[in-house]
């Protein structure tokens, strides 16, 4: 308010003449005290020039705000860069990924999907195979850190590592459908590691079922006959579910999680950076 009080007084001071100097300044806000249109010309002037003067500078102060980044996103923007290269120095030790040579599926890997899905014929049968990303995945900045922690503790770190996959095998889990034409579908629900597969449940879909059914849902896959569930441990392996693959799903679904997450690092950054 000090402020533009002394931009109006200056303004009226440079036009008004010098007889009209002593009126009191409160007189300059109403111009029904003076009757000469000369006078009502002048404190229109007046008015109008402090109006312009007083608003060009904040409009001006707002365009500069509107058109400024805030420091915070450029320090974002910089986070983000640097992670995008922690993951692809990481995403190098999967790139040498290689199938067994007993694999007998075709692999579809849509960017942008966390699942990948295998698919085979087998003996008329349709077997699809989806694959999830476990949750042990994304522990590679861990990895990173441990990498900074000096070359004193070096070997103890590799020890603590080797210690770690051991005790923490590293594991995928599969959906696995098995169909025929006019027939229902056998879905396994698997979890595949180097040493073993597991069944964790086995359902039976019927495609043509409507949202009103309720299928009879099976028993718990672990109540089952013990000769029944080495059957069907038996019965999933013909069919290319087994052990040998599981290391291979593993390093394959590692690299694509490193994939994916750098290219959902690309878009927030270029989002950010707009």
Known sequence: MATLSRMMKKAASSLIPLANRSLHPRNYTSAAIFTTPLKNTTINSTSNLVSRAASIPTHRHFSALAKKKPDSDDDLVNIIEEEINCAKKESVKHEAAKAPRDFAFEIEDKPGNETITLTRKYKGE??????????????????????????????????????????????????????????????????????????????VKYPNASDEDIPYAG???????????????????VRGIQPSIAQFLYEYMAGKELKEYTGWLKTVKNFVAK
């Open 219 to 237: 028993p718990e896959f672990e109540d089952l006959d013990e000769n029944l569930k080495e059957a069907f441990y038996d019965y999933l392996e």
């Open 126 to 203: 349709e077997i699809k195979v989806t694959v999830h990303m476990s949750e042990d995945l994304g522990d590679f900045e861990e990895d990173e850190e441990e990498e900074k922690e000096g070359e004193a503790e070096k070997d103890k770190d590799e020890e603590e590592e080797d210690d770690e996959e051991e005790s923490d095998p590293r594991y995928v889990e599969l959906v696995v459908n098995v169909s025929k034409k006019s027939e229902p579908t056998l879905e396994f629900s698997v979890t595949a590691e180097a040493d073993g597969i597991t069944i964790n449940s086995l359902a």
